[in-house]
Nanobody, 119 residues
Framework: QVQLVESGGDLVQPGGSLRLSCAASGNIFRIDTMGWYRQAPGKGRELVANINIGGTANYAPSVRGRFTISRDNEKNMVYLQMNSLRPEDTAVYYC?????????????WGQGTQVTVSS
């Protein structure tokens, strides 16, 4: 199995920045795409950004231009640089990894890290 551990969540003021990190361990060879999701109170979990092995990234429209996702395959880590943070970015952020080793994609999730943007 794959284990994912996030870090970097914090309380920041609007306009501030945070850098989230996710470390993967276990059966790392099974991991392909990695990404970040978030879930605000009363809302469903939504994709923030993801990135494939080749480095191609996708972003939700609400974060495009403000957030940057990156990964280090050698270190088995994925990062999310978050700039110009807004109160609506407040959520629990979850690291995600996807494996295509089986017929159906398998998703792995971290425990989540809280990001709060408030004055």
């Amino acid at each position: 199995q794959v284990q994912l551990v996030e870090s970097g969540g914090d309380l920041v003021q609007p306009g501030g920045s945070l850098r989230l990190s996710c470390a993967a361990s276990g059966n790392i060879f099974r991991i392909d795409t990695m990404g970040w999701y978030r879930q605000a109170p009363g809302k469903g979990r939504e994709l923030v950004a993801n990135i494939n092995i080749g480095g191609t990234a996708n972003y939700a429209p609400s974060v495009r231009g403000r957030f940057t996702i990156s990964r280090d395959n050698e270190k088995n880590m994925v990062y999310l640089q978050m700039n110009s943070l807004r109160p609506e970015d407040t959520a629990v952020y979850y690291c995600n990894a996807v494996s295509y080793a089986a017929l159906n994609p398998q998703n792995y999730w971290g425990q989540g890290t809280q990001v709060t943007v408030s004055s």
